[in-house]
């Protein structure tokens, strides 16, 4: 009896002889390092950061905080989304959104009593007393900070019930708008979001 105990090498063991494969060479490492660099931005997003705004009102004054701060987060590498519902879409209304009305009444802000602001026509003024701060200050407009933001990447979106209810007509809005956009889109938006606003 055999007290032999090595064992016959296996049928896919390799030969001592048999070539071995040949490592990458530097250039080899360098582009697989690349498409690895590339596929992880890409899963990750440019930053992986998320702004959601919901834009509810139409006056003047109430137009500016959701562009002007849509279009900072953008200019920051956030992804922004801005969801216009009710008057908010007068926002996006191309005509409209040139002539947005300031309202005196109920501003404690406004330097009118509300007694004074009451009367007919002070809107009219105190709109055109922003109107005017806005043009002394060169401070962008309505259409710019709209135009602006569009080209940085935000998204606008039109709520499609607001729509309907208020009889828009989607060919009104700014060249770039997705209109159609329902309340649950925009609440998965949301919830995706690491900084949701409510304006």
Same mark, same amino acid.
């Given at each position: 009896?055999?007290?032999?105990?090595?064992? /016959? &090498?296996?049928?896919?063991?390799?030969?001592?002889?048999?070539?071995?494969?040949?490592?990458?060479?530097?250039?080899?490492?360098? /582009?697989?390092?690349?498409?690895?660099?590339?596929?992880?931005?890409?899963?990750?997003?440019?930053?992986?950061?998320?702004?959601?705004?919901?834009?509810?009102?139409?006056?003047?004054?109430? /137009?500016?905080? &959701?562009?002007?701060?849509?279009?900072?987060?953008?200019?920051?590498?956030?992804?922004?989304?801005?969801?216009?519902?009710?008057?908010?879409?007068?926002?996006?209304?191309?005509?409209?959104?040139?002539?947005?009305?300031?309202?005196?009444?109920?501003?404690?802000?406004?330097?009118?009593?509300?007694?004074?602001?009451?009367? &007919?026509?002070?809107?009219?003024?105190?709109?055109?007393?922003?109107?005017?701060?806005?043009?002394?200050?060169?401070?962008?407009?309505?259409?710019?900070?709209?135009?602006?933001?569009?080209?940085?990447?935000?998204?606008?979106?039109?709520?499609?019930?607001?729509?309907?209810?208020?009889?828009?007509?989607?060919?009104?809005?700014?060249?770039?708008?997705?209109?159609?956009?329902?309340?649950?889109?925009?609440?998965?938006?949301?919830?995706?979001?690491?900084?949701?606003?409510?304006?």
């Amino acid at each position: 009896m055999s007290t032999d105990t090595s064992e /016959a &090498p296996a049928d896919d063991a390799p030969a001592d002889d048999a070539p071995a494969d040949d490592p990458p060479s530097r250039a080899e490492l360098a /582009a697989r390092v690349d498409e690895l660099e590339d596929a992880l931005a890409e899963a990750e997003g440019e930053d992986g950061k998320k702004m959601s705004i919901i834009a509810t009102k139409g006056t003047l004054d109430m /137009a500016y905080p &959701p562009l002007i701060l849509a279009s900072t987060a953008a200019a920051f590498g956030y992804e922004v989304t801005v969801f216009h519902t009710f008057w908010g879409l007068e926002i996006l209304h191309e005509e409209r959104s040139k002539s947005l009305k300031l309202s005196s009444v109920g501003n404690p802000n406004m330097p009118v009593p509300n007694a004074v602001a009451a009367l &007919p026509g002070m809107d009219r003024v105190t709109t055109k007393m922003m109107e005017k701060k806005i043009a002394d200050n060169d401070t962008a407009t309505i259409e710019e900070l709209i135009e602006t933001s569009l080209e940085m990447g935000v998204e606008f979106q039109a709520c499609q019930m607001t729509i309907d209810l208020m009889d828009y007509d989607e060919d009104d809005f700014y060249d770039g708008v997705t209109a159609g956009v329902g309340a649950a889109t925009a609440l998965q938006d949301m919830a995706d979001a690491d900084i949701q606003l409510l304006v």
